[in-house]
């Protein structure tokens, strides 16, 4: 804590371990919500009933558009898996940070300054990402527009699919993930003068890689790219709006509305 982009979440069945992507302002509630963006299956198949946790601490449920409508695009032909849930069950003091993406298993933190819109994403650029399962990883974006599969697998022999979505436009990087890694921000780093922060450019969040048990370097891994995320979100939940989190305080009302 506090809650920042890249550390572990799961549900209250303690059966989908997903990672929060970033944290975004919701501004069509009264006053402003503080949201975790993560993998929109995670959303679909989680509990929605109870908390969600990281580390045993109670974070907040899945968010709604409507009375029982869950926030999520985990769907076939969808152009992005990510979804929504609130952070109203952290203490005001594990939210007011809201910016911050976990870069090293060591602890160190960056601050998000902004996000690469698909349109200018380039194959060859070096993206890292930050995983429940395997930590940080880094990598080369190798397509930026490419339909892939995210596939949700019944168990770990990964014999039979539970749900099989093809997700649009999406974009292909090297670096393999294993389950728990969902949701995870994917990330370019740098670290400008003066030299006392480094500094992250959002580019996704991680929703897709070869079933396995085993981490595998060079393998592919697939994410959807935050613009379209949100856009998504916006056009299937209408009114529903969202602005990622780039300052400390993101312009959130303190306290934090639930």
Known sequence: ?????????TDANDKFPCTVGYLAKRTDTTPDQLVAITAGHCIKLGNKSSYWQHGGVDVGQVSTKGTGVYVHGYYNNS???VGAFRTNR????????????????????ADVIGYAAQSSQVVGTVVCRTGRTTDVKCGNVQDTSIDEYSIVWKDSTCSAKLYNYLIKDSVEYSIDGLGGDSGAPVYAISLPYPYDRYK?????THFDSPCGSTWHSGWSGWYSAVDHGISRLQASFPGFAITMCTTAT????????D
């Open 1 to 9: 804590m506090p809650i920042k982009a890249g550390i572990g979440v």
């Open 79 to 81: 152009t992005a898996d």
């Open 90 to 109: 952290l203490s005001a003091a594990n939210r007011r940070t809201r910016n911050l993406v976990l870069y090293s298993t060591g602890g160190t933190t």
């Open 200 to 204: 992250a450019t959002m580019y996704g």
């Open 250 to 257: 993101c312009g959130l009302p303190d306290p934090i509305g």
